[in-house]
């Protein structure tokens, strides 16, 4: 059974940061992109960030440029993103997603998804 399992979601202060952490699991998911997305209440998901099978080149929204760093670790199965100086408006549920053939900024194209982990940012 193919799973991508998200946490590390949280209440969090404006400032501050959290780790969000995705374990995949089921199949082979070394050669896949993977991807977090985002979704607040009333909104569409958004792509957030991705990462390439071999690590080698990420991806960023622009509203999370500079804060947030995405991450794998391909032996364990692993995808992390660090967000740093977060806002409320970071606020939302976040998604891991993985797609083999390859990076995309369009929620639609990947084909595994977790089932979320809230993000909620105070001022």
């Known amino acids: 059974q193919v799973q991508l399992v998200e946490s590390g979601g949280g209440l969090v202060q404006a400032?501050?940061?959290?780790?969000?952490?995705c374990a995949a699991s089921?199949?082979?998911?070394?050669?896949?992109?993977m991807a977090w997305f985002r979704q607040a209440p009333g909104k569409e998901r958004e792509?957030?960030?991705a990462i390439?099978?071999?690590g080698g080149n990420r991806y960023?929204?622009?509203?999370?440029?500079?804060?947030?760093t995405i991450s794998r670790d391909?032996?364990?199965n692993m995808v992390y993103i660090q967000m740093n100086s977060l806002k409320p408006?970071?606020?939302?549920?976040?998604?891991?997603?993985s797609d083999p053939e390859g990076v995309s900024y369009y929620y639609y194209d990947y084909d595994y998804w977790g089932q979320g982990t809230q993000v909620t940012v105070s001022s």
């Open 74 to 76: 391909s032996e364990k």
């Open 89 to 97: 408006e970071d606020t939302a549920v976040y998604y891991c997603a």
């Open 26 to 33: 089921g199949r082979t998911f070394r050669y896949d992109a």
């Open 47 to 49: 792509f957030v960030a």
């Open 60 to 68: 960023y929204a622009d509203s999370v440029k500079g804060r947030f």
């Open 52 to 54: 390439t099978w071999s």
């Open 15 to 21: 400032g501050d940061s959290l780790r969000l952490s």
